[in-house]
T-cell receptor, first 108, second 113 residues
Framework: AQRVTQPEKLLSVFKGAPVELKCNYS??????LFWYVQYSRQRLQLLLR??SRESIKGFTADLNKGETSFHLKKPFAQEEDSAMYYC??????????FGPGTRLSVLP | NAGVTQTPKFQVLKTGQSMTLQCAQD?????MYWYRQDPGMGLRLIYY???????DKGEVPNGYNVSRLNKREFSLRLESAAPSQTSVYFC????????????FGSGTQLSVL
């Protein structure tokens, strides 16, 4: 079955430190993966998707098919990055499967 | 540009009461979804509609029904609310092609007492 795991419920880092939010998936076929972010009191929004290979707000994510991972990285965390982050998998174009989420807290 | 609009934003129900959550999108999207968000469990799919006239169960459909009223609107009904349905509900939509992103509504916070 298609599944997305995010092992960390909460990740705390200091401002300026590197951050990595982990995501692993199980999927038969070629996966289409996304990161969504939910800032406080805002609706979920797309942060990035692997197919576009773009960097949004300094975040990048590389698909590693061998390790079935799609970890989200940023070299220098900012306080405004504090939010809930969800890794998601496009389930054969029918729907999305989301991971449980990681709350990132960037400390001053 | 409204995007995805959900109503109501907040609701408190007593056990056994019924209610309908409304969702509408103005982006001419084919696919619409209902998710619930619970701490530690992320977003779980309740029902989805890949196109007008079709609906399918997701991961957690029990206790819910849906109606794809037309291409714009997709409602979620709780026939007999239970405390386990206390959650934040999100409606989402997308055009439908693979790798298209989801657009989310602002959510409905539902408490069942």
């Amino acid at each position: 079955a298609q599944r997305v795991t995010q092992p960390e419920k909460l990740l705390s880092v200091f401002k300026g430190a590197p951050v990595e939010l982990k995501c692993n998936y199980s999927y038969s076929g070629s996966p289409e993966l996304f990161w969504y972010v939910q800032y406080s009191r805002q609706r979920l929004q797309l942060l990035l998707r692997h197919i576009s290979r773009e960097s949004i707000k300094g975040f990048t994510a590389d698909l590693n098919k061998g390790e079935t991972s799609f970890h989200l990285k940023k070299p220098f965390a900012q306080e405004e990055d504090s939010a809930m982050y969800y890794c998601a998998l496009d389930n054969y174009g029918q729907n999305f499967v989301f991971g449980p989420g990681t709350r990132l807290s960037v400390l001053p | 540009n409204a995007g995805v609009t959900q109503t109501p934003k907040f609701q408190v129900l007593k056990t056994g009461q019924s209610m309908t959550l409304q969702c509408a999108q103005d982006m001419n999207h084919n696919s619409m979804y209902w998710y619930r968000q619970d701490p530690g469990m992320g977003l779980r799919l309740i029902y989805y509609s890949a196109s007008e006239g079709t609906t399918d169960k997701g991961e957690v459909p029990n206790g819910y029904n849906v109606s794809r009223l037309n291409k714009r609107e997709f409602s979620l009904r709780l026939e007999s609310a239970a405390p386990s349905q206390t959650s934040v509900y999100f409606c989402a939509s997308r055009y439908g092609a693979t790798n298209e992103k989801l657009f989310f509504g602002s959510g409905t916070q539902l408490s069942v007492l």
